[in-house]
């Protein structure tokens, strides 16, 4: 198996940027603004997702899932073992199940999710003893700029 490259700091914050770009084109489409990049081991992208729910009528239409299916047929695998997901806000349980199910080595998410938080708020799917697979995760990366998008987002629909 390869060394995974593991990002740090300013990387982190580059990479959210990018994510953060992607939920401003999920609340221009009037999906709840969250986006989402896949890196490879290298530190390149390989995949991009935004909230696609309403857009698309699919409910399991995360940025999440969306970046990671787009990574993995970027690399030819399923298994992100040497990748790092970097999204908006803090995966819920499908998302953070499916990083279990693709082996993603690390998790970074910019703003906590009180209600559906699976990263460490709520549950804590990734560290849970009873899964083998044990991502590294990093909340709160640029968490204001996050928060700011989604407040800012609800603000206008009420």
Same mark, same amino acid.
């Given at each position: 198996?390869?060394?995974?490259?593991?990002?740090?700091?300013?990387?982190?914050?580059?990479?959210?940027?990018?994510?953060?770009?992607?939920?401003?084109?999920?609340?221009?489409?009037?999906?709840?603004?969250?986006?989402?990049?896949?890196?490879?081991?290298?530190?390149?992208?390989?995949?991009?997702?935004? =909230?696609?729910?309403?857009?698309? #009528?699919?409910? !399991?239409? *995360?940025?999440?899932?969306?970046?990671?299916?787009?990574?993995?047929?970027?690399? #030819?695998?399923? =298994? !992100?073992?040497?990748?790092?997901?970097?999204?908006? !806000?803090?995966?819920?349980?499908?998302?953070?199940?499916?990083?279990?199910?693709?082996?993603? #080595? %690390?998790?970074?998410?910019?703003?906590?999710? $009180?209600?559906?938080?699976?990263?460490? +708020?709520?549950?804590?799917?990734?560290?849970?003893? *009873?899964?083998? *697979? +044990? $991502?590294?995760?990093?909340?709160?990366? !640029?968490?204001?700029?996050? @928060? +700011?998008?989604? %407040?800012?987002?609800?603000? @206008?629909?009420?």
């Amino acid at each position: 198996m390869r060394k995974r490259h593991t990002l740090v700091g300013m990387e982190y914050d580059e990479a959210m940027r990018r994510a953060l770009e992607l939920a401003g084109q999920a609340a221009a489409a009037g999906d709840v603004p969250v986006g989402a990049v896949v890196l490879d081991a290298a530190g390149q992208i390989v995949g991009r997702g935004y =909230n696609t729910r309403e857009a698309d #009528g699919d409910p !399991l239409a *995360h940025a999440e899932i969306i970046a990671m299916r787009q990574a993995a047929q970027a690399l #030819g695998a399923w =298994n !992100l073992a040497d990748c790092t997901l970097a999204v908006t !806000l803090e995966p819920c349980p499908m998302c953070a199940g499916a990083c279990i199910q693709t082996h993603i #080595g %690390t998790i970074a998410f910019g703003a906590w999710d $009180p209600k559906l938080g699976a990263c460490g +708020s709520i549950w804590d799917i990734p560290r849970d003893p *009873h899964i083998g *697979h +044990s $991502p590294e995760v990093h909340g709160g990366v !640029l968490e204001g700029e996050c @928060q +700011s998008i989604l %407040t800012d987002f609800f603000a @206008q629909r009420r």
